[in-house]
C-alpha cells in the first residue's frame, strides 16, 4: 500500500523522481545538445491524429505497467521524463504513431518486469545524442508542434546531422503542479 501512495505522490508532485542520464555537451541559443546513456524504458505505441489524445492512452497503460501489472506483480516507481516519439504520418490527414514511454528505474535497469499488457513493451534505447529545446507551461498540441519547429528553426545549418522523420516530446511534470513546469522536444543525431 506504501508504495502504490509512494507511486501517486511522485505522479502528483514530479519531485524526486528518477532521470534518464545524460551529458550536456553543448549549450548554445535556446538548445542544448546531449548525449544519453544507453538504457531501457517501458513503452507503448498508440496510433492516432492528436498528440495529446495518444499520450493520455500511452500514459495509462504504462501507468498500470507500474503499478504492478507487469509477470511479476511489482510496482515501480514513476520516473520523468514522459518521452513520446512523434513519427508524423504520411499525409496531413494519416494517423502518426505516438510511442509512449517510461525511463526504467536504474534498480530495475537490468531486468525489468515484463508486460502483462501485449501493447506494452520493454524498449533499449542505446546510446544517443539529441539536440534538446526546453520550454514551460503546459504544453498541447499546438505548443508541442510550435517547439518543435523552432527547434528546427535553430538547427537549420544541422538539418543533415538529425533525423527528421520523427521527434520526440518530453513531459517532467504532473498536470497537478502549476508552476515551474518543464517540457522539451528532442530532435535525435544521426
Known amino acids: 500500500m506504501t508504495s502504490i501512495l509512494k507511486t501517486i505522490g511522485s505522479v502528483i508532485s514530479s519531485k524526486g523522481l528518477d532521470k534518464p542520464v545524460y551529458e550536456t555537451l553543448s549549450s548554445e541559443k535556446c538548445l542544448e545538445k546531449r548525449k544519453y546513456q544507453a538504457a531501457k524504458w517501458v513503452s507503448t505505441t498508440v496510433q492516432g491524429m492528436n498528440h495529446e489524445e495518444a499520450r493520455s492512452i500511452g500514459f495509462q497503460r504504462l501507468f498500470q505497467y507500474i503499478t504492478g501489472n507487469n509477470q511479476s506483480e511489482m510496482k515501480i516507481e514513476m520516473t520523468a521524463p514522459v518521452s513520446t516519439k512523434v513519427e508524423p504520418g504520411a499525409g496531413p490527414n494519416c494517423e502518426s504513431s505516438f510511442t509512449v514511454s517510461f525511463y526504467i528505474p536504474p534498480e530495475h535497469q537490468e531486468n525489468p518486469p515484463q508486460p502483462k499488457n ?73
Open 118 to 190: 501485449p501493447n506494452v513493451f520493454i524498449e533499449e534505447r542505446p546510446e544517443f545524442e539529441a539536440y534538446v529545446k526546453s520550454f514551460g507551461g503546459f504544453a498541447k498540441e499546438e505548443s508541442w508542434v510550435n517547439e518543435a519547429q523552432k527547434l528546427l528553426e535553430d538547427l537549420k545549418e544541422k538539418t543533415s546531422e538529425i533525423h527528421q522523420d520523427y521527434w520526440f516530446t518530453a513531459g517532467y511534470n504532473s498536470p497537478f503542479q502549476l508552476f515551474g513546469r518543464t517540457n522539451e522536444v528532442w530532435f535525435v543525431k544521426k
